[in-house]
Nanobody
């Protein structure tokens, strides 16, 4: 079984910063892409940023220049550094990992439990 545990959420004023961390644990062969998604109240879950195991990143337009995704493959951990936060960034943030198990060609998708980020005065 694979577990993804997120941390780092909280409340911050507009213009502030937060750093989210997601650590994967369990027995698996490797992790391909990892990513962060978010879901605001009454909205669908949306992609925020992804990063491949080779370090190629992708961001949704609304966070480009403000958020930075990174990962430590040795620790099976992905980070999301968020700066210049805006009230519209308020959401539950989820991490996702594409996990490969030894003996399987396919990758399996796992989600974390989510961490709440609130941006308000």
């Amino acid at each position: 079984q694979v577990q993804l545990v997120e941390s780092g959420g909280g409340s911050v004023q507009p213009g502030g910063s937060l750093r989210l961390t997601c650590a994967a644990s369990g027995t698996f062969f490797s992790i391909n892409a990892m990513g962060w998604y978010r879901q605001a109240p009454g909205m669908q879950r949306e992609l925020v940023a992804t990063i491949t195991d080779g370090g190629i990143t992708k961001y949704t337009d609304s966070v480009k220049g403000r958020f930075t995704i990174s990962r430590d493959n040795a620790k099976n951990t992905v980070y999301l550094q968020m700066t210049s936060l805006k009230p519209e960034d308020t959401a539950v943030y989820y991490c996702k990992a594409q996990v490969v198990f030894e003996g399987y060609r396919s990758q399996f998708q796992y989600w974390g439990q989510g961490t709440l980020v609130t941006v308000s005065e």
